[in-house]
C-alpha cells in the first residue's frame, strides 16, 4: 500500500456542497480491478476515479491521461460528472494539456475532450443512440413517479453510455414536485431522467431548464447532478427543436444541491455539457 495524493471535487457548482462528488485517486498505478472496486465501494459515492497514464495507442491518439471511472457497484465507460471532477483534479495540480484549452481523456468509452476556459470544463459529447420506448413502459414508469399522461410531452430511450428513458413534462413544478416510488423504480430496471425546458431557456443568465435524474437501478435513487444525462436529453430535444442550442440546467433543488449544467450546440453540431468545480478534500489515502 502506497500514499497517494488524493482530492475529492464537488462538481457544477462553486459552492462547496452544492454539487456532486466526485473521489479522485491521482497517481493509480499499481492498482488492480479488485483495488478499485474496493475504493469506490469504500468512498460510497456515486463516483470514484483513478488516473493513469495513457496506453501507448491513446497517447499516440493525443490523450493526456487514462481515465477508470467506479461506482460502488463495478466499473463505467464514461460519466459526466467524474470527467469534469477529474480534469479539475488534474489541471489543479499543474498539470497541462498538449493542446492549449482542450484535454483529452482515455477512458473505457474511448477519447473525450474537455474544452477548459474562464473557469469552466465543458466535456463533448458522446454519440447518442435513442429510439422510442416500449409502449407498455412509459405508463409503468409514469405510476411509479406519480405522473398523469398529459405530464409527458415525449420519451425518448437515450443511450450514450448509460440508458435513460428521458421524459420532457409540461412544466418546472411538475418536475420538482414529483415523489417518485423508487422500490418500484428499481423494480421495473430502467433509470429516469425528466426535464422542463422554459420558454426563456435561450436567455441563460438563469436556468431555464430543471432537470431529475432517478437512477434506483445503479443504486442511487436520485443523482444529485448528472452530466450524461444532460447530454443524451440535450442531443434529443435540439436536434428536435424542443430546446435551443444554448440553455443552462438547474438540477439537484430537491436534495438540498444547486447544480448548474450549462449546455451548448457548436457550429459544428457537437453538444457540449458543462460547469464550473471546487476541490473540497486534499491530501492522501493510503491504498
Not at 12 to 33: I, K, M, T, W
Not at 259 to 282: L, P, Y
Request: proline content about 8%; some cysteine; charged content about 15%.
Amino acid at each position: 500500500m502506497h500514499q497517494r495524493p488524493f482530492k475529492q471535487i464537488d462538481v457544477f457548482s462553486h459552492r462547496p456542497g452544492y454539487g456532486n462528488p466526485v473521489a479522485v485517486v491521482l497517481d493509480a498505478e499499481g492498482l488492480d480491478d479488485a483495488d478499485m472496486r474496493r475504493f469506490a465501494a469504500w468512498t460510497n459515492l456515486s463516483e470514484t476515479t483513478f488516473l493513469l497514464p495513457p496506453t501507448e495507442a491513446g497517447r499516440a491518439a493525443g490523450a493526456d491521461y487514462r481515465l477508470r471511472i467506479f461506482s460502488p457497484n463495478g466499473e463505467l465507460p464514461f460519466a459526466g460528472h467524474p470527467t469534469l471532477g477529474t480534469c479539475h483534479a488534474w489541471l489543479q495540480a499543474s498539470n497541462a494539456p498538449s493542446q492549449n484549452g482542450m484535454v483529452i481523456q482515455e477512458c473505457a468509452l474511448g477519447l473525450v475532450r474537455i474544452a477548459h476556459a474562464d473557469g469552466t470544463l465543458a466535456f463533448a459529447a458522446p454519440p447518442l443512440k435513442r429510439s422510442a420506448p416500449s409502449p407498455a413502459l412509459v405508463p409503468l414508469i409514469a405510476s411509479a413517479l406519480g405522473l398523469r399522461p398529459h405530464q409527458i410531452l415525449g420519451a425518448q430511450l437515450l443511450d450514450n453510455g448509460p440508458v435513460w428513458l428521458g421524459l420532457l413534462l409540461d412544466s418546472a413544478e411538475t418536475v420538482l414536485g414529483l415523489r417518485p416510488d423508487h422500490a418500484r423504480l428499481k423494480d421495473l430496471g430502467q433509470d429516469v431522467g425528466v426535464i422542463h425546458v422554459g420558454p426563456t431557456a435561450a436567455d441563460t443568465r438563469q436556468p431555464g431548464a430543471v432537470v431529475r435524474a432517478f437512477a434506483a437501478p445503479m443504486g442511487n435513487p436520485e443523482d444529485p447532478v448528472t452530466g450524461t444525462l444532460n447530454a443524451s436529453l440535450a442531443e434529443w430535444l435540439i436536434a428536435d427543436g424542443l430546446a435551443p442550442k444554448r440553455y443552462l440546467v438547474a438540477q439537484g433543488e430537491c436534495l438540498g444541491r444547486a447544480g448548474r449544467v450549462h449546455v451548448r450546440q457548436d457550429e459544428h453540431h457537437q453538444i457540449w455539457v458543462g460547469g464550473q468545480a471546487v476541490t473540497c478534500i486534499e491530501g492522501k489515502v493510503l491504498l
